[in-house]
């Protein structure tokens, strides 16, 4: 009884939650997700909102839990070549038992723990996302966790699909943006700004992949709370800073919340594609042809054989109504060479397991 009112609790504060945001954090709020590469000042000045009015909006929407500020290294020029997905019965369970594997690795020739940064799993399915160096590197890691632990027994077992994207030959347009998703949700007029992101035209310095990665395991920390993690003096570790993100080592995103303001259904998506059919399809544009609004989609990625893409919904029969839109414009455009795999994960019963966490991957090259 006491749970289920905690339980009742809860769903009323998050109505709460929707029902309070003011226009101002509204638009501070989409601000934040849209600009995350600005400061709070410039954004302050740009949406001409009082500089500790944003402030305040800011430190309330952190302390809430209505954001979480993360920094997605350029894996490709790190040296990274893949892109990995997994998914099916990837359960609460197994990824803990996965993960208590993990722990026993420890830093030895060859060895490296894995690249994954995102883990969502209900009770009995989920998916989760990573990257690794190489398909060697992969392999060695199985062999060294199934003599510790018999780790391809829980995979044969489980029998989870394994989706392997080079990132050579694979697009990534949307990665993890929300920004036209809260537009949509808070009725805001903006421009979708396709940014270019630029690249590094050399090597990264072993002090520099140092820095780097003490950056993207706390996004918030100071450059003096980088440079005594570090070793450094804090001028040398500002200048570093400013040139990883300068240079494009690093993206800065804001991950809102989003099941605080009424999204329900995760819809995670795998299909294998006709490369010519494709090419077509994107030469001609002919996506626009269905007139629906793509603001759902927050993952994006996709090679002339496969693709993998991530939506938000608030229901689960608005999610099925547009997966339905997008099998018939498949199927008719003849693109598919089999039925996608398609998961609709509960957003209430899913738990984030392992949430935007990249310093994982870093910490395997360092």
């Known amino acids: 009884m006491f749970a289920l009112f905690e339980k009742f609790k809860y769903k009323q504060s998050i109505t709460y939650l929707m029902l309070r945001l003011t226009s101002q954090e509204k638009k501070l709020l989409h601000g934040l997700v849209a600009h995350p590469e600005l400061s709070l000042k410039e954004l302050a000045e740009l949406l001409d909102i009082n500089y500790w009015s944003a402030y305040k909006m800011k430190d309330k929407f952190r302390k809430r839990d209505i954001i979480k500020e993360v920094l997605i290294p350029n894996y490709k020029a790190l040296g ?23 722990s026993m690795i420890r830093k030895r020739s060859g060895i490296r723990k894995s690249g994954i940064f995102l883990t969502y799993a209900e009770s009995y399915r989920g998916f989760t996302l990573g990257v690794v ?66 690249e590094p035209e050399r090597e990264i310095t072993a002090e520099e992949l140092k820095v780097l990665a003490e950056m993207v395991k706390a996004p918030a920390s100071s450059v003096k709370d980088i440079a005594q993690r570090v070793k450094m003096n804090r001028l040398k570790v500002a200048k570093i800073r400013e040139r990883l993100f300068q240079e494009g080592w690093c993206t800065r995103k804001i991950i809102p919340n989003m099941k605080l303001f009424g999204y329900e259904v995760l819809v995670f ?13 994107e030469r001609e544009n002919k996506v626009r042809e ?77």
């Open 80 to 102: 990274f070549e893949l892109f990995v997905a997994g998914y099916g019965s990837i359960t609460q369970d197994k990824v803990k038992e996965i993960n208590k594997v993990e």
């Open 133 to 198: 160096r190489n398909y060697t590197q992969l392999v060695k890691n199985i062999l060294y966790a199934d003599r510790i632990a018999g780790i391809r027994e829980i995979m044969l077992r489980e029998r989870p699909k394994v989706v392997l994207m080079p990132f050579e030959i694979t697009r990534m347009p949307i990665f993890f943006e929300y920004a036209p998703l809260l537009a949509h949700e808070f009725s805001i007029l903006a421009k979708q700004e396709i940014s270019k992101k630029r």
């Open 269 to 281: 998506a795998h299909w294998e594609s006709n490369p010519e059919k494709l090419e077509k399809i």
């Open 290 to 366: 269905l007139n629906v609004n793509l603001s759902n989609v927050v993952f994006l990625a996709y090679n002339p054989l496969e693709g993998i893409v991530i939506a938000l919904f608030k229901s689960l029969r608005e999610s099925r109504e547009i997966v339905s839109l997008f099998s018939t414009f498949a199927e008719r455009e003849q693109v598919l060479v089999r039925e996608p795999e398609i998961l609709f994960l509960s957003m209430e019963e899913g738990v984030e397991l392992r949430s935007h966490d990249h310093y994982a991957a870093l910490s395997s090259i360092l």
